[in-house]
């Protein structure tokens, strides 16, 4: 299983970013894909969710109306696109996925599919950094 993320930039506040989660080596549809993202000194947290629950798309509130998930199902290729940046929005972004029915099996167990350890693969992260 592999996942590679590409897609970070330097962007002024008020930007755009398109973030991509190139995946490999499971069967995509099987998978529950979630972006999280880390700044410094703090916390990963989750973002959005593909596949999760009952397989639709769900996002942090810090994500709501502004972040877009989807998914390229031909090409293994789950996107973010992030209109409206914020200077907060500065972290390094991963995507993480795991089996659908564990993430699910997780929320019978009051676990998140936005906590970290729900997720066996990870990729390798990519930096977002949005000016002021």
């Known amino acids: 299983v592999q996942l590679v993320e590409s897609g970070g930039n330097l962007v002024q506040a008020g930007e755009s970013l398109r973030l991509s989660c190139a995946a490999s080596?499971?069967?995509?549809?099987?998978?529950?894909i979630t972006w999280f993202r880390q700044a410094p000194g703090k916390e990963r947290e989750g973002v959005s969710c593909i596949g999760c629950g009952d397989g639709g798309t769900y996002y942090a509130d810090s994500a709501k109306g502004r972040f877009t998930i989807s998914s390229d199902n031909a090409d293994n290729t789950v996107y973010l696109q992030m209109n409206s940046l914020k200077p907060e929005d500065t972290a390094v972004y991963y995507c993480?996925?795991?089996?659908?029915?564990?993430?699910?099996?997780?929320?019978?167990?009051?676990?998140?599919?936005?906590?970290?350890?729900?997720?066996?693969?990870w990729g390798q992260g990519t930096q977002v950094t949005v000016s002021s």
């Open positions: 080596g499971f069967t995509f549809l099987d998978y529950a």
């Open positions: 993480a996925a795991d089996y659908r029915g564990k993430v699910l099996i997780g929320l019978y167990h009051n676990i998140s599919w936005f906590s970290p350890t729900l997720y066996t693969y």
